[in-house]
């Protein structure tokens, strides 16, 4: 057989000749079916006037000769050309599909979801990928209960579970999960905030208590009130990640941190953005509780935050790697000198942006942190272009730079990137106060297409 590219993602199997699919089974082109992602199922079959409209007319006939005999390696080449959403879809299509292909489907390791899946379709399908270990439903807005419940029956060992954006599910998604998946490592939750109840909030403690393994956790925009926080937080002794943060203001207060501090020893990345509770006394707690291990820390727009947050930081936290202080507007040049000196080895992604600092701090950035990437300085109004000429020189590893909204930047400031930051990917700033089209044209002459300009 030879294989085409129609429009559209469209492939095909075709043949002049009749062809020999499975162990002398013979199929004619009239038995090949096309997959497309707009009509969802095609042929070389019937003309037009006589199948009807692709679907409709498998739907109707529910068997399609080559689907139902393909299998091995024949069936794994055919797969290479799909999405598998639409691998899944092939079941509306042959009613013997999972028969003929559960040795493939036992192979399946990551299952992307889609919102257009029927139920009564995928459930065969899904216990046939007996060995999925990830299932990534991020944004299936229309998923409900029912569905996660079926998850929890059909794929128990499943290893990674992401339900963003799955706003509909509540208890019984979160009961039927603790209750069947305890081989779980990562679960991510976020904007589901009917889990955030009280009933659901104790399925999620018992979840956490049975999966011994669990080392990532998402909760951001649920919401979840500080007790039943404390309370699960406290079963999670392995976790590596966690982010608790809203887009709003979350209701995490330095009781939740100081539990983070006692029983996530283990902890890499922490997410608290938005939380306006939180003062020095829940960054102090962990810094010294999970300092050791602490990666990654974004406490953007924690309002009470002041220089004592970032000395702690500095004196504990020696693996440090990125920062998001992000508007914490009580936060001056003396704490991110401080540290800048503590931290600046292993630094390599700062977002400082709308705080009240001046060239002091970025100096202190310069000077102290060689291995840095990503620098965010968006809106400081105080820092001038001899500070960035500097991160530009001291900085080779530089990547992306955000200078949007920073008033006192002019042409040596893009100058310098262009002659110095050689692995520069991705630079904002704004033109119209000081830096004029000669520099924006200076740095795309200099790197040219390799690297992207926003202004």
């Known amino acids: 057989s030879a294989q085409a590219s129609g429009p559209r993602g469209v492939t095909r199997i075709a043949s002049e000749e009749c062809t020999m699919v499975d162990e002398g089974e013979c199929v004619s082109p009239s038995g090949y079916a096309a997959i497309d992602q707009e009509d969802e199922c095609g042929g070389a079959g019937p003309d037009s006037a006589e199948r009807g409209h692709g679907a409709d007319y498998l739907a109707a006939n529910r068997s399609c000769p080559l689907l139902c005999t393909m299998s091995g390696d024949l069936w794994m080449h055919f797969m290479s050309f799909m999405e598998f959403t639409e691998v899944f879809q092939l079941c509306?299509?042959?009613r013997d599909f999972v028969v003929h292909n559960k040795a493939v489907l036992e192979r399946v390791q990551d299952l992307r979801w889609s919102h257009q899946w029927v139920q009564q379709d995928l459930q065969p399908m899904l216990m046939a990928c007996c060995n999925v270990q990830a299932i990534n439903a991020a944004g299936c807005y229309n998923i409900t209960d029912d569905q996660v419940v079926m998850i929890a029956e059909c794929a128990p060992n499943v290893k990674s579970l992401d339900l963003s954006g799955c706003s509909r599910i509540a208890t019984k998604s979160v009961k039927a999960l603790a209750e069947r998946c305890r081989s779980l490592e990562m679960l991510r939750l976020r904007a589901c905030k009917r889990i955030a109840s009280h009933d659901a909030a104790v399925h999620l403690t018992e979840l956490a208590a049975r999966c011994v393994n669990l080392?990532?956790?998402?909760?951001?925009?649920?919401?979840?009130?500080?007790?039943?926080?404390?309370?699960?937080?406290?079963?999670?002794?392995?976790?590596?990640?966690?982010?608790?943060?809203?887009?709003?203001?979350?209701?995490?207060?330095?009781?939740?941190?100081?539990?983070?501090?006692?029983?996530?020893?283990?902890?890499?990345?922490?997410?608290?953005?938005?939380?306006?509770?939180?003062?020095?006394?829940?960054?102090?707690?962990?810094?010294?509780?999970?300092?050791?291990?602490?990666?990654?820390?974004?406490?953007?727009?924690?309002?009470?935050?002041?220089?004592?947050?970032?000395?702690?930081?500095?004196?504990?936290c020696k693996r440090l790697e990125s920062l998001n202080v992000h508007r914490c507007l009580r936060i001056t040049d003396f704490g991110i000198e401080r540290l800048a000196?503590?931290?600046?080895?292993?630094?390599?992604?700062?977002?400082?942006?709308?705080?009240?600092?001046?060239?002091?701090?970025?100096?202190?950035?310069?000077?102290?942190?060689?291995?840095?990437?990503?620098?965010?300085?968006?809106?400081?109004?105080?820092?001038?272009?001899?500070?960035?000429?500097?991160?530009?020189?001291?900085?080779?590893?530089?990547?992306?730079?955000?200078?949007?909204?920073?008033?006192?930047?002019?042409?040596?400031?893009?100058?310098?990137?262009?002659?110095?930051?050689?692995?520069?990917?991705?630079?904002?700033?704004?033109?119209?106060?000081?830096?004029?089209?000669?520099?924006?044209?200076?740095?795309?002459?200099?790197?040219?297409?390799?690297?992207?300009?926003?202004?």
Do not use: W
């Open 92 to 94: 509306e299509v042959s």
């Open 215 to 316: 080392e990532h956790l998402d909760l951001r925009c649920c919401n979840m009130e500080d007790n039943l926080l404390i309370n699960l937080l406290a079963a999670c002794t392995n976790l590596r990640s966690l982010d608790i943060g809203s887009t709003g203001f979350a209701h995490v207060s330095d009781n939740v941190l100081i539990t983070i501090s006692q029983h996530c020893r283990k902890l890499e990345q922490l997410g608290v953005m938005c939380c306006r509770n939180i003062t020095d006394r829940g960054v102090e707690a962990i810094a010294r509780g999970c300092g050791e291990t602490l990666r990654s820390f974004t406490v953007h727009c924690c309002f009470d935050l002041t220089d004592n947050s970032l000395v702690c930081l500095a004196n504990f």
């Open 341 to 455: 000196a503590g931290c600046g080895q292993t630094l390599h992604t700062l977002d400082v942006s709308a705080c009240r600092i001046n060239d002091s701090a970025i100096l202190a950035i310069a000077t102290n942190c060689p291995n840095l990437r990503v620098l965010d300085v968006r809106s400081c109004e105080q820092i001038t272009s001899a500070s960035i000429k500097l991160i530009a020189e001291k900085c080779p590893g530089l990547e992306q730079i955000d200078l949007s909204c920073c008033k006192r930047l002019d042409d040596e400031a893009i100058h310098a990137l262009a002659e110095h930051s050689k692995n520069l990917r991705q630079v904002e700033f704004s033109k119209g106060h000081k830096i004029t089209n000669a520099a924006h044209d200076h740095l795309m002459d200099k790197l040219g297409s390799a690297v992207a300009i926003y202004f």
